[in-house]
Nanobody, 117 residues
Framework: VQLQASGGGLVQAGGSLRLSCAAS????????MGWFRQAPGKQRELVAF????????TYEDSVKGRFIISRDNAKNTVYLQMNSLKPEDTAVYYC???????????WGQGTQVTVSS
C-alpha cells in the first residue's frame, strides 16, 4: 500500500489549504480513510475520518467547523479542506487507511503545513 499526501505549505493565519492523498495498492472504495497530524514534540492525532462511501465523517473537536474531509473513489483520493487555519494547526499531515479496528502501518512521508501568525 502506498499513500502519497500533498498540498501542504506555508499560509498565514486565517488562510486555507487543500490537502490530497492518493492511495494505491488497495481497493480504495472498501476502506474508511483518516487524516492525522503530528506537531513537533507531540503525538500523532486523528483529525478527520470518512467512511468508505463518504456518507459519514467525524472530526476532532479543534477542527470542527473549519476542516472538511471528502473523497473521490474514482480517483482513489481523499482530501482535507482546511479553512480558518490557526498557528496551532502547524504539523505534518498524513492520511491512512482504516484497517479493521486499527490503522494501516503505512504512513508515507506526509505533507508539512505551517501556519504563521
Amino acid at each position: 500500500v502506498q499513500l502519497q499526501a500533498s498540498g501542504g505549505g506555508l499560509v498565514q493565519a486565517g488562510g486555507s489549504l487543500r490537502l490530497s492523498c492518493a492511495a494505491s495498492g488497495i481497493i480504495f472504495r472498501n476502506y474508511g480513510m483518516g487524516w492525522f497530524r503530528q506537531a513537533p514534540g507531540k503525538q500523532r492525532e486523528l483529525v478527520a475520518f470518512i467512511n468508505n462511501s463518504g456518507g459519514r465523517t467525524t472530526y476532532e473537536d479543534s477542527v470542527k467547523g473549519r476542516f472538511i474531509i471528502s473523497r473521490d473513489n474514482a480517483k482513489n483520493t481523499v482530501y482535507l479542506q482546511m479553512n480558518s487555519l490557526k498557528p496551532e494547526d502547524t504539523a505534518v499531515y498524513y492520511c491512512n487507511v482504516k484497517w479493521g479496528s486499527s490503522w494501516l502501518d503505512a504512513w508515507g512521508q506526509g505533507t508539512q503545513v505551517t501556519v504563521s501568525s
